[in-house]
């Protein structure tokens, strides 16, 4: 897959943005705050119809502008793609070689990219919500109805917390009933959740140990495993013997939103028990190891998005990045211009308060 142009209009601080992009590693470079990090987030935000950075669609759309538009025809495999997105505060519309989508989230799958950032430390050392959305990254890059299924888990979820807080600690008759519908709801879709997750994550552990032992030349055992208590029961089992205490929480203790996927180096905790090397080289290790799985799954490329990866990297794993980088296209941001030795550039660019111009 290879971008080959790519237009922002009013996204973030792009008031008129056109690139036109070679097939090899473009460098986007320009000082904190100026816009570089945005060009990356656009590209991404068409294969994952989110921002990398969690931001809402009102953060998205320029100051002043009531929409922000993204552009980008794209080479798949000799066939041209055309993918253009408007979004606005409430709403998103998406459309593909000129048609409309009737659903935005139908329009995945034809932008693949991999993205890295120096938040990505957190996959490895934060809470498990980062690392279900790692996860559920990859089933959605591999199988797009994955996100449809995790969509459908959200809504179930929120209005059985309805449910449970409207309660008050007690249900009658008509709520008890209720919550049985939502519980049959959820033990399905949740189960069939948490199963796209686990059989991710089993083609996904191979390639993160092989990733990490390249990056590091150290043979160390990675393992990666999938935490959900509730699996030894059944989530419908699980769901009858929270009951009290969700009702006296008024919220939903048991299910994949509470999973985990749990990273260990040598049999050590990776997010208690390991150096700030190591969980980053794992880091980087999760990252490609997804990028080689997606590859694998369906035989095509993603682009290769680097946002400041290299200045929280030390010389060897900068260069050993560099080395084991997948081929393909990719898009590299930097404060500073500077590149690991033995990188091929293709092509430079600047970002000044939006602006972007070629460096000779």
Same mark, same amino acid.
């Given at each position: 897959m290879q971008l080959r142009q790519l237009w922002l209009t009013d996204f973030r601080n792009h008031r008129s943005t056109t690139l036109t992009l070679p097939p090899g590693l473009t460098v986007v470079t320009g000082a904190n705050g100026q816009g570089k990090t945005n060009l990356l987030e656009a590209v991404a935000w068409l294969a994952t119809l989110r921002s990398f950075r969690n931001a809402t669609n009102? $953060?998205?759309?320029?100051?002043? @502008?009531?929409?922000?538009?993204?552009r980008a025809e794209l080479d798949d495999d000799g066939r041209r793609v055309l993918v253009e997105a408007a979004i606005e505060r409430e709403r998103t519309r998406v459309q593909v070689n000129r048609q409309r989508l009737r659903r935005a989230r139908d329009a995945l799958g034809h932008v693949k990219a991999t993205v890295f950032t120096p938040d990505d430390l957190l996959v490895v050392?934060?809470?498990?919500?980062?690392?279900?959305?790692?996860l559920d990254?990859?089933?959605?890059s591999v199988q797009p109805s994955h996100h449809e299924l995790a969509g459908e888990v959200d809504r179930i979820l929120r209005q059985r917390n309805v449910l449970l807080r409207q309660a008050g600690g007690r249900l009658d008759a008509e709520a008890a009933a209720t919550l049985e519908v939502w519980d049959a709801q959820l033990v399905d879709a949740g189960t069939r959740l948490a199963e796209g997750r686990i059989?991710?994550?089993?083609?996904?552990?191979?390639?993160?140990?092989?990733?990490?032992?390249?990056?590091t030349a150290v043979e160390a055992g990675v393992e990666l495993h999938y935490e959900a208590p509730w699996r030894a029961t059944g989530l419908a089992d699980a769901l009858t013997g929270a009951r009290r205490d969700e009702l006296r929480r008024g919220v939903s203790l048991v299910g994949p939103?509470?999973?985990?996927l749990v990273v260990t180096l040598d049999g050590r905790p990776a997010r208690t028990h390991t150096s700030q090397g190591e969980q980053r080289s794992l880091a980087l290790a999760l990252r490609l190891g997804a990028h080689?799985?997606?590859?694998?799954?369906?035989?095509? %490329?993603?682009?290769?998005?680097?946002?400041?990866?290299?200045?929280?990297?030390?010389?060897?794993?900068?260069? @050993?990045?560099?080395?084991?980088?997948p081929q393909g296209q990719t898009l590299l941001t930097t404060a500073t @211009?500077? %590149?690991?030795?033995?990188?091929?550039?293709?092509? %430079?660019?600047? %970002?000044?308060?939006?602006? $972007?111009?070629p460096v000779p």
């Open positions: 009102e $953060v998205l759309v320029g100051q002043g @502008a009531s929409v922000a538009v993204i050392k934060g809470g498990p919500s980062a690392r279900r959305r790692l990254e990859v089933v959605v059989g991710a994550l089993v083609a996904l552990a191979p390639l993160v140990a092989d990733r990490y032992a390249q990056l939103h509470r999973d985990d080689a799985l997606v590859v694998d799954r369906t035989d095509r %490329v993603p682009l290769v998005l680097l946002d400041d990866v290299f200045s929280e990297l030390d010389e060897a794993r900068a260069e @050993a990045l560099v080395a084991i980088l @211009a500077g %590149v690991p030795a033995g990188t091929t550039v293709d092509l %430079v660019l600047r %970002v000044e308060g939006g602006q $972007v111009s």
